[in-house]
């Protein structure tokens, strides 16, 4: 199972119908889902996955809502992460309390998926305007949208997982990913393959680059750096 770089939205609810039932309706719309019924597990989550949005519910069992987002607003890892609350009641304390938090957005149960749905999408749209969806290093161009990588024009023939590697790569041009984080990017957090599955790959989109196989650095011991031409002088 391959995710293409889907953006993803973790899910931390306790009420698993609920949370199912979310999880559905974001994989139909298209992203990755990421669950956690407690509010330790979704921290833990959002710190290693680093979704594009958090959907929190206010009320769980081991701690706050109004916690969890205090402590993913704390972190530097977590902190710019958006969050959609869920409210239990229309009470106008929950809302005022969700969005005096800091919260993007809150929803307010029983709401219908569709709207939450509407919802996501339309913070993701505010928080990332200006989201990329053409890279370019050198005469190396990706485009997400067509799902094309050419050199020179020309059309680089990489597979679907070659092509999410390389997008990966390039999103985070001139930082090191590790192993790890790629695996977690490209394959899935489930994906419990060794990491000489990502060198496997990286080999072999390499051989497919070209010239700009240059582009990506092996950092011994740790992963790799996509590093364009003009940034590695
Ligand atoms: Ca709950």
């Not at 833990?44 to 607003?73: C, N, W």
């Not at 799902?147 to 990489?158: I, M, P, Y």
């Amino acid at each position: 199972m391959f995710f293409m770089s889907l953006p993803s939205v973790l899910v931390i609810e306790d009420e698993p119908d609920i949370l199912s039932l979310v999880s559905h309706h974001l994989q139909l719309a298209g992203f990755t889902a990421l669950q956690a019924l407690t509010g330790g597990d979704g921290l833990k989550l959002a710190r290693s996955q680093k979704p594009s949005l958090v959907i929190l519910d206010l009320m769980l069992p081991d701690t706050s809502g109004q916690e969890v987002f205090r402590q993913l607003k704390a972190d530097p890892a977590t902190h710019s992460v958006p969050v959609l609350m869920l409210t239990a009641r229309a009470a106008e304390t929950d809302r005022v309390q969700g969005l005096e938090l800091g919260a993007d957005d809150y929803v307010t149960k029983p709401f219908s998926p569709r709207e939450l749905i509407l919802r996501v999408k339309g913070i993701l749209r505010r928080v990332h305007p200006e989201e990329a969806r053409v890279h370019e290093a050198g005469h190396l161009k990706l485009d997400l949208d067509q799902h094309r990588a050419t050199w020179k024009g020309k059309e680089l023939l990489l597979t679907v997982t070659e092509f999410s590697l390389l997008v990966q790569l390039i999103k985070n041009r001139g930082r090191v990913q590790t192993r790890e984080s790629l695996l977690n990017q490209v394959w899935g957090y489930t994906y419990y393959g060794g990491s000489r599955t990502v060198d496997t790959h990286v080999r072999r989109l390499r051989e497919k680059l070209g010239p700009a196989n240059e582009y990506i650095e092996t950092v011994r011991g740790v992963g790799y750096r996509f590093m364009a031409p003009s940034e590695s002088a």
